[in-house]
């Protein structure tokens, strides 16, 4: 199977299987997107998902988030990974917004890298998910899943593999493609003990035919 044929396949599978697919992180709007993906990093958005409501209940926008205390945030993000750390970038990110950008979520990933907190995966995020922009966040799953189906070669660094990613998936499928592979790594092709035998990429996956098949 060529690299072409192979894209085709996901593509295909993924169509069909998951043409819905998008973020699992909940918010209402861009502001809100931004808060949980800056929490998302190194946790899990089910923890996320958990934690927000009272963020978003207290700090419903960029002003009330950025007169913030950290002594009166960091009892809210507590449970979540790096909490110190994530606390100084929201009011840090909040404060930008207001002094920046009029309290509104830029939606370049150039403006959006400046903010606290922010880097190019989840400027990637917010991008492709607001705006539908054709911007490939890679994270840990997306890394591991497209070098193993084989969509990546070689690549070293997350950028490598946005780059291989961007280059062969057609454009107006990136945003959606980027859900594709977070959710079929987070819940198929995990880390440890990949389920191929519930796997329908079977037939494109390198990882598959080269270990597993025999």
Not at 31 to 38: E, Y
Not at 193 to 203: A, D, E, F, T, V
């Amino acid at each position: 199977m060529t690299r072409k044929e192979r894209y085709q396949f996901v593509i295909d599978y993924f169509s069909e299987f998951a043409p819905e697919a998008e973020t699992e992180l909940l918010y209402d709007n861009p502001f809100q997107l931004l808060v949980a993906v800056i929490l998302s990093a190194q946790c899990t958005d089910k923890r996320v998902n958990m934690t927000t409501p009272a963020i978003f209940a207290r700090y419903p926008d960029a002003a009330s988030l950025a007169e913030a205390t950290f002594d009166e945030l960091f009892p809210l993000i507590r449970s979540i990974s790096y909490p110190n750390n994530k606390t100084k970038h929201l009011i840090g990110m909040a404060q930008m917004l207001m002094s920046d950008y009029h309290g509104e979520v830029p939606l370049t990933v150039a403006e959006l890298i400046r903010l606290p907190g922010v880097g190019r995966k989840t400027a990637n995020v917010i991008t492709s998910v607001i705006d539908q922009q054709p911007n490939m966040a890679v994270d840990t799953h997306v890394f591991r899943v497209s070098a193993r189906i084989g969509l990546t070669l070689n690549a070293k660094t997350p950028l490598q593999a946005e780059q291989q990613l961007i280059r062969f998936f057609p454009k107006e499928l990136i945003h959606k493609a980027h859900h594709w592979l977070i959710l079929h790594g987070r819940y198929i092709c995990v880390a440890r003990n990949p389920k191929c035998s519930q796997c329908g990429l079977q037939q494109a996956c390198k990882y598959y035919q080269s270990t597993l098949k025999n």
